[in-house]
């Protein structure tokens, strides 16, 4: 039941952010990819390689989806290799979560640091690949910011619906 859930939430977020989210651009340098919160979802309980693969998986999609080559690939697998880790820090048994992680099971604290991390982690990664240019990295750091705040507020209120 847990797994059937989990597909058709990533069904639908990948949906969403071809139909609506890659269409909105605020400013001109603020990108919501709201398709990270797959990757934020998944339980503990996953092998590491697995988890490793769902990463590069989705980030393949997004680049299919984003017309960008590698570059939320990189990304999503970055986040796919330090979630395990920043989430056993923040949660005590974080083993033993075999549901979806979200607000409500590791709290919304919790959540809410893990997503404030990750998120902007994830943005950094892929705008630092799209400009590819040290020159640019005012731009980079500007887009990361503003991005990732308008994508931790997307996903907060996609977690708080999917309560």
């Not at 330090?82 to 709290?107: C, F, H, K, W, Y």
């Not at 910011?145 to 309560?163: A, E, G, P």
Request: with cysteine; proline share 4%; hydrophobic share 55%.
């Amino acid at each position: 039941m847990q797994y059937t859930r989990y597909i058709l939430l990533a069904i639908a977020m990948m949906l969403l952010q071809l139909l609506l989210f890659n269409n909105l651009h605020f400013l001109g340098i603020c990108h919501p990819f709201v398709y990270i919160i797959i990757l934020l979802c998944l339980p503990m309980n996953l092998p590491r390689w697995g988890e490793l693969l769902i990463g590069a998986g989705v980030g393949l999609i997004a680049d299919m989806v984003c017309s960008s080559p590698g570059v939320h690939t990189a990304a999503c697998v970055l986040v796919s290799y330090l979630r395990p880790m920043l989430v056993s820090r923040m949660v005590q048994n974080a083993e033993r979560l075999t549901d979806m992680v979200s607000g409500i099971t590791v709290g919304k604290n919790v959540f809410m640091g893990l997503i404030g991390i990750l998120i902007p982690i994830h943005h950094f990664v892929v705008f630092l690949l799209e400009y590819w240019s040290l020159s640019q990295f005012g731009w980079v750091l500007l887009a990361t910011l503003l991005s990732s705040v308008l994508t931790i507020i997307i996903v907060t209120i996609l977690d708080l619906i999917n309560r």
